[in-house]
């Protein structure tokens, strides 16, 4: 009997879900379902692959809506969460009772724990400490924005370590450790203790990376570091350098995609106006109200960076 878990690939909050999942269906469903992980990605043109819903029972957690018959859970708390309308009308006709919606939720983490404790007999009691700090870390629920870039915490050199994306087989690994360990014991496993390590330093190239190419202008902090080979940067970093923007974006580039990131500073003296989800889908992208993106072929960078200018244009305050 196997298991395919698919979760929001380099995202804390995706590797969170997917240990809570499996907890769950372990402790309630069944004791000896083996299971199977595999990353989601945002990109540019088919996200699924029918070849990834291989298992007895395939589940999609903290990430976009499939309509495959192959689907049998799902669990999401984005604002964007369907490719098409026709996918909405499948879930909204769906009455399997084993797919899930809310967007009111700070991280897909917390909901997965909440609905299968009060639907399905879970008690996440032992996983608390992993269910709030994705709450935290989701929901950027940081005090300031040092907090935020802070490694200090555990969750945080987790959360370093996923969103950096540099070994593929570390979501997995963390994965099936956070299901047996706690946050504090999986960060001094071997081949984990020394990729942090690297990372710390990594991390601080980041920030001195950002703070040479950030402009601050009218409430929005720009940036583009697709010439920097700088990928999977810590997103706060920018309210870290410019506390006075309301809102960031910023230009990167990898292998797999060119990406526009906008955010906005949950400190910021000035709130929020615009959602940032709606305002990334006119351009085929999507994410939250408060955090969002858009992703193009690598190739299609220029595109990219004018869609980023365009953008940033219309987040700054009048002057
Ligand atoms: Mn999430």
Redesign the pocket.
């Known amino acids: 009997m196997k298991v395919k878990v698919l979760f929001?690939d380099r995202?804390f909050?995706?590797i969170a879900?997917a240990v809570v999942f499996s907890r769950f269906y372990r402790e309630c469903v069944n004791p000896r379902a083996e299971f199977a992980y595999a990353g989601l990605m945002h990109r540019a043109g088919r996200l699924f692959d029918e070849a990834l819903f291989d298992g007895d029972e395939n589940a999609i957690v903290?990430f976009k809506y499939s309509s495959s018959d192959r689907l049998t859970w799902w669990f999401d708390?984005?604002d964007s969460a369907f490719l098409s309308p026709e996918d909405e009308a499948h879930f909204r006709r769906d009455r399997s009772g084993k797919k899930f919606l809310d967007p009111s939720y700070k991280?897909?983490t917390k909901l997965v724990a909440d609905i299968t404790a009060s639907r399905f007999g879970f008690d996440p009691t032992s996983l608390e400490e992993l269910v709030r700090w994705a709450d935290i870390i989701?929901g950027a629920q940081y005090p300031n924005p040092q907090a935020a870039i802070d490694l200090g915490e555990p969750a945080m050199q987790v959360m370093l370590a996923v969103e950096a994306g540099q070994d593929d087989h570390l979501p997995e690994r963390l994965i099936r450790a956070l299901q047996e360990k706690t946050l504090a014991e999986v960060v001094q496993e071997p081949p984990i203790v020394e990729l942090i390590g690297l990372l710390a330093e990594w991390h601080e190239h980041a920030i001195e990376t950002i703070r040479r190419v950030v402009r601050c202008e009218r409430g929005v902090a720009y940036f583009d570091v697709s010439e920097h080979g700088l990928e999977g940067y810590n997103k706060f970093i920018p309210y870290y350098l410019c506390p006075e923007a309301t809102y960031s974006v910023g230009v990167s580039l990898s292998p797999m995609r060119a990406k526009i990131s906008v955010g906005s500073n949950p400190w910021a003296p000035r709130p929020r106006r615009h959602n940032l989800a709606k305002i990334c889908e006119r351009y085929g992208g999507g994410g939250h109200a408060a955090v969002a993106a858009i992703s193009l072929p690598p190739e299609q960078i220029e595109q990219a960076r004018a869609i980023a200018r365009e953008i940033a244009r219309e987040l700054q305050q009048p002057e």
């Open positions: 929001h995202c909050d995706g879900s903290d708390h984005h991280s897909c989701d």
